[in-house]
């Protein structure tokens, strides 16, 4: 496996592109993309678990229940949530546009929107300039399309990947958005994976729902979930492979290959916090279960406090103590160690990773042993809490299972960017 250029036109079959139709008053980049497939798709996704759903949302449910979709159409500065009828109709207009210039049914078409709640779509902006949107679609589109999702986003986020399935090459690429309004259970993120790989609707559903598990739903930015949030998956299966139609050697090195892009894609989220200085992973081992390590994780990188400790560069590790204790899972406190470490300085010389990139050890501290709080060194402590990603290592006694959960520190920029976010 490798990573390679594309993002979601780095499959063979897929376009993009991406314009700027001004649906939000002042915006100066893309706000409006277009994602194309040559063959209609295979198609899998998942949903904001909010009660309150965009009209985007509802709309795409419905249009991927038949397991086929072969476009996507995604706006940004407007999220269509809280809209009512005319919210829909705009929703549908939106699939019926990309259908008729693409032509292919409109139900075929994934409609997603991100921005303010609350306000109508003004659809006809998109109706302006859909046709030279749609004549520009093109394998180097990804980068247009990749930066008209964005909203408080800092930077454009992307990925691809390519591996072999049945002997032949088979590449998956994505692109994603995601600043703010970011936990747990997706967030305001859309996500777009691609692949030409031939798999089935069964089997491609159950591989998206395992990686979302382990990836994108083990992100917390600010705690709060979203009324937008999707991720869809298009197979294409023009990468002509044998199609994965049963679980074996084919169906793990496809779902190794998601999990992959989608935990390169979790962390670009987790690191782009509205406001946030660094990315903060935390990995429990030696929990009971998986499920039971991800819930200890999460606990930890949501907690404001534990945020904020960050934040300062403090190393008051009490406070990821008391996020574990108030998780919801059982672990004995007296059987756990806590070390914080970072790739503090510059990279170590060593071995590489399959991307060629430099791994070596890092610079740690332990701060507690076996319930025992320990005299560290707190300038070092600080310094390893300055690097842009620090990592959180707990150790528990309780079991095998291992988890990761991502997030990112609570700064004062947060309440800046959101404060006056809608006018």
Same mark, same amino acid.
């Given at each position: ?62 249009? +991927?229940?038949?397991?086929?979709? *072969? ?10 949530? $809280? ?23 409109? =139900?075929?078409?994934?409609? $997603? ?6 306000? *109508? ?12 949107? %749609? ?24 990925? %691809?990947?390519? /591996?072999? +399935? ?9 692109? @994603? ?19 030409? $790989? ?22 917390? +930015?600010?705690?709060? /979930? ?13 990468? =002509? ?11 793990? %090195? ?27 992973? $935390? ?11 991800? #819930?200890?994780?999460? !606990? ?61 050890? =890092? ?17 070092? !402590? ?13 150790? @528990? ?24 976010? #809608?006018?």
């Amino acid at each position: 496996m490798q990573f390679i250029d594309g993002g979601v036109t780095a499959a063979e079959g897929f376009s993009a592109n991406g314009m700027l139709c001004g649906i939000k008053a002042g915006r100066k980049k893309n706000d409006v993309a277009l994602i194309y497939s040559a063959k209609p798709c295979v198609v899998a996704g998942m949903f904001t678990q909010n009660r309150v759903k965009a009209e985007s949302v509802k709309l795409t449910q419905k249009h +991927i229940a038949n397991g086929v979709a *072969q476009a996507v159409i995604a706006n940004s500065g407007n999220a269509n949530a $809280c809209t009512g009828e005319q919210g829909a109709k705009t929703a549908y207009r939106m699939a019926e546009l990309a259908g008729q210039v693409l032509k292919v049914p409109a =139900e075929d078409v994934i409609v $997603c929107s991100t921005g303010v709640i609350g306000q *109508q779509l003004p659809v006809e902006k998109i109706e302006k300039v859909i046709d030279k949107l %749609a004549a520009g679609l093109c394998k180097k589109g990804h980068e247009e399309a990749r930066m008209a999702i964005m909203t408080t986003d800092t930077h454009y986020k992307e990925c %691809a990947v390519e /591996t072999v +399935i049945g002997g032949r090459k088979v590449r998956l690429g994505a692109m @994603c958005k995601g600043s703010g309004m970011i936990h747990i259970n997706l967030g305001t993120m859309l996500a777009f994976v691609t692949t030409d $790989c031939a798999i089935s609707r069964e089997l491609l559903e159950k591989a998206l729902r395992e990686s979302v598990a382990a990836t994108y739903n083990c992100v917390s +930015i600010d705690g709060d /979930t979203s009324t937008n949030d999707t991720i869809t998956i298009l197979a294409n299966g023009m990468a =002509e492979n044998k199609p994965v139609t049963e679980e074996g050697e084919d169906y793990e %090195a496809f779902l190794a290959a998601l999990n992959t892009l989608n935990t390169e894609m979790a962390k670009k989220i987790a690191g782009d916090g509205e406001g946030a200085d660094r990315l903060i992973s $935390c990995t429990v081992n030696g929990a009971k279960d998986i499920g039971a390590a991800r #819930r200890l994780a999460k !606990a930890v990188i949501s907690s404001s406090l534990v945020k904020a400790m960050f934040f300062g560069k403090d190393a008051n590790f009490g406070r990821i103590l008391c996020a574990m204790g108030y998780s919801g899972e059982e672990f004995d406190p007296d059987k756990t160690t806590i070390v914080l470490s970072s790739k503090a300085g510059a990279k170590r010389h060593g071995a590489t990773d399959f991307m060629g990139e430099q791994v070596g050890p =890092e610079a740690s501290v332990t701060v507690f042993d076996h319930g025992v709080p320990l005299n560290f060194d707190e300038d070092a !402590a600080k310094k390893i809490l300055s690097e842009d990603e620090v990592d959180i290592v707990v150790t @528990c006694e309780d079991g095998s299972a291992s988890g990761t959960a991502w997030g990112c520190d609570l700064t004062y920029d947060y309440v800046k960017i959101n404060g006056d976010y #809608r006018t």
